[in-house]
């Protein structure tokens, strides 16, 4: 029942984002402009967002973790775990809180959209490094 429940949560979290989404000036669908002008018109502070929750934070997970008397296997999950983009719910805890749904919207896109380079840089160097 629980994994009903949270299936059903991420589904109504992704039309919230849908939604909020549409009524930003986030994507600039009028004319064919290429993927630098889609990032120069995003907020400057989502780009700090994403670049802690992609880049900075794996690294300190990868530095914290390094140490730790744990299986390589272990270790190679936390960092990976950490480089995921920023979750969805978000957008739903931020508006039902009345706070800047805007800005969460774009977080979360702007990180999904950075995560398809990331996530898989970060498989290869877990890969070279652990050797799993």
């Given amino acids: 029942m629980s994994l009903i429940c949270y299936r059903i949560s991420i589904i109504f979290a992704m039309i919230v ?5 549409s009524k ?3 994507l ?5 402009k290429y ?11 989502c ?3 994403t670049s ?17 008397p744990l299986d390589v296997y272990v270790k190679a ?3 990976y775990a950490s480089a995921f983009p920023t979750m969805v719910m978000i957008v739903v805890i931020a508006a039902s809180e009345k706070k800047n749904t805007q800005f969460a919207a774009e977080a ?4 999904t959209m950075f995560s398809v380079i990331t996530l898989p840089a970060a498989t290869v160097l877990l890969t070279m490094y652990y050797g799993i």
Avoid at 28 to 32: A, C, D, I, K, T
Wanted: aromatic share 10%; hydrophobic share 65%; with cysteine.
């Fill in 17 to 21: 984002i849908g939604f909020v989404c």
């Fill in 24 to 26: 930003t000036k986030m």
């Fill in 28 to 32: 600039p669908f009028e004319s064919n």
């Fill in 35 to 45: 993927l630098i002008m889609l990032i120069m018109n995003i907020t400057s502070p």
């Fill in 47 to 49: 780009l700090l967002i």
């Fill in 52 to 68: 802690i929750s992609l880049i900075i934070w794996p690294v300190v997970t990868f530095l914290a973790v390094n140490w730790l």
């Fill in 77 to 79: 999950m936390l960092v």
């Fill in 108 to 111: 979360v896109a702007l990180t």
